[in-house]
């Protein structure tokens, strides 16, 4: 829903960015936006295709493998802690 909200406003805003005037706080503003509204644009389709759903798997099992060494190491610090 929100890359449609985010296409149409970039489809609405950019035919009345002008930059035929040169340089101007205007078109500098218009610029930045329409890079922001791109930047919006390309996060919700890179989610959407799943690029990187073998990055999270390996998140995942390293995430796994970190609990599984603390689990380890509780009962160690409970026996330095009672001495």
């Known amino acids: 829903m929100y890359l449609i909200v985010a296409l149409g406003m970039l489809v609405y805003a950019l035919p009345s960015i002008s930059f035929a005037g040169?340089?101007?706080?205007?078109a500098l503003f218009g610029a930045?936006?329409?890079g922001f509204a791109l930047l919006v644009?390309?996060?919700h389709l890179h989610i959407?295709?799943?690029v990187d759903e073998?990055?999270?798997k390996a998140l995942d099992e390293?995430?796994?493998e970190k609990i599984k060494q603390w689990q380890l190491k509780w009962?160690?610090?409970r026996k330095g802690q009672e001495v």
């Not at 040169?22 to 205007?26: D, L, N, R």
Request: aromatic residues 14%; without cysteine.
């Open 75 to 77: 009962p160690e610090e």
């Open 22 to 26: 040169g340089f101007s706080w205007a």
């Open 62 to 64: 390293i995430r796994k």
């Open 32 to 34: 930045v936006w329409a």
């Open 41 to 43: 644009i390309a996060s």
């Open 48 to 50: 959407l295709i799943g």
């Open 54 to 56: 073998a990055k999270q």
